[in-house]
């Protein structure tokens, strides 16, 4: 069975969270590629899909939701997970965060099966004069929790390897 695990980001912290996603989905014996969305073309070699994307100011990134515009068919006939990254703090370990707007209609759209939230990262190499001011003013920080991550992957293989791969149609 093969995933595509795809992201978006802009400053780097959520490619960190999907290749942890890949590899956890690897270590449960699927085949997986981990592609930034904005490259992906066809769906076709994939039975499964996991997208991510970073949160700004609410929103998913753009590559995020262009893909699952591009993709929608596709990816209503398969299996697919989503997921956010934006808490610069504990909150989404806390509580279940809610998918934003983009992600909720796109959730609907496809009948995904299932969406986390999970805690971003902010340092200082992240572009932006905001991001700056917030690295200043103590907001910075990682908060990517590798554990909840990974278990989180665990689940969605241990789903995948306990149902047919894609929907007939
Ligand atoms: C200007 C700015 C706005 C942000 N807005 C949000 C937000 O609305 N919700 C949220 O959860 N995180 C927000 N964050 C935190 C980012 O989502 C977090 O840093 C994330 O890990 C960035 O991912 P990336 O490194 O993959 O781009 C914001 C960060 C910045 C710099």
Do not use: C
């Amino acid at each position: 069975m093969r995933v595509l695990v795809t992201y978006a980001t802009k400053n780097g912290s959520t490619t960190g969270i999907a290749e942890a996603v890949g590899d956890e989905l690897r270590k449960k014996g699927l085949q997986v590629d981990v592609v930034p969305a904005v490259e992906v073309r066809d769906l076709t070699p994939y039975d499964a899909v996991v997208l991510g994307s970073a949160i700004y100011m609410g929103r998913w990134q753009k590559d995020a939701l262009r893909f699952g515009k591009r993709h929608g068919r596709e990816l209503q006939a398969r299996p697919v997970w989503l997921f956010g990254s934006g808490p610069l703090d504990r909150s989404a370990e806390e509580q279940e965060i809610p998918p934003v707007e983009g992600a909720a209609e796109l959730m609907a759209r496809i009948g995904a099966r299932g969406h986390a939230t999970f805690g971003g990262r902010l340092t200082e190499e992240a572009s932006g004069f905001i991001a700056s001011s917030m690295v200043k003013n103590g907001k910075g920080g990682d908060f990517r929790n590798m554990d909840r991550i990974r278990a989180w992957a665990g689940t969605i293989a241990a789903e995948l390897q306990g149902r047919p791969l894609v929907e007939a149609h």
